[in-house]
């Protein structure tokens, strides 16, 4: 079990589900999968993409992919966490359990991962058992459309410029929290996360034409060849 600390996700898969120490240090980080918290002791104290959160026994979190967050937890806490990249948690994307019987199936596979022997079929099954026991998605009520091609021609035509979650949002007409989880439950991002995620395509598009590697990143808006060049071996790897 390591103790949480500041750094990058990491870039090779990390281990579908394990059980981990939060301190005092406080961490941050973004990945590009789901990760789905479940207290078992202590306090946790989040804040995810600015919104604050405290995670106690029994009670849990989906972080979605892209995602930007802080964590600490300054009494101490031990976590049961998931990292999945199935689409299947889009729903619950920023949400905690609806279920009451989260706890108790989360510190059966928190035994299991502690164990010298633990059980393979528990651990094989323990993602859809965690989706299972996290509940009915609440239901979503549905707005105005969101033209997602439209959208991102408009910010392809403002590389340029220092785009925000209410920029989009104000596209879309919506406010930004209304934008940001619509995006979460169309797109499976976060709004950031997908506007990376459309600039690099452009990017390599542009990149495929045949431009250079400096025409690419002034039109694509990336600060310099050399931050494109590292967006693209990412993109890669």
């Not at 299947?88 to 989260?102: D, I, K, S």
């Not at 299991?112 to 079929?121: D, F, I, N, R, Y």
């Not at 859809?128 to 439209?150: S, T």
């Not at 991002?189 to 390599?204: E, F, I, K, N, V």
Request: proline share 9%; hydrophobic share 40%.
């Amino acid at each position: 079990m390591a103790t949480a600390m500041s750094h990058r996700a990491p870039t090779a898969p990390p281990p579908p589900l394990s059980l981990r120490h939060y301190g005092g240090s406080r961490g941050s980080h973004a990945h590009e999968h789901f990760q789905v918290l479940v207290g078992l002791d202590g306090v946790l104290e989040l804040e995810v993409e600015g919104r604050g959160l405290r995670l106690g026994a029994g009670e849990g979190h989906v972080v979605a992919p892209g995602d930007r967050h802080d964590f600490e937890s300054q009494g101490g806490s031990h976590c049961l966490v998931l990292d999945t990249p199935l689409a299947l948690w889009t729903p619950f994307a920023g949400q905690g359990p609806h279920a009451p019987r989260l706890l108790p199936l989360a510190r059966y596979l928190a035994e299991c991962l502690a164990s010298p022997a633990p059980s393979p079929l528990a651990l094989h099954h323990a993602p859809a058992l965690l989706l299972e026991a996290w509940g009915p998605a609440a239901p979503k009520l549905r707005g105005r459309a969101i033209d997602w091609a439209a959208l991102a021609a408009w910010a392809q035509a403002r590389w340029h410029q220092p785009l925000g979650v209410a920029d989009l949002a104000a596209v879309a007409c919506l406010g930004p929290s209304q934008f940001a989880q619509r995006c979460r439950e169309e797109q499976g991002m976060s709004p950031m996360h997908w506007l990376r995620a459309q600039r690099l395509l452009h990017a390599r598009q542009l990149r495929s034409a045949g431009l250079s590697v400096a025409e690419t990143a002034r039109r694509s808006g990336y600060r310099s060849p050399s931050a494109l060049t590292a967006a693209l071996r990412r993109y890669c790897d």
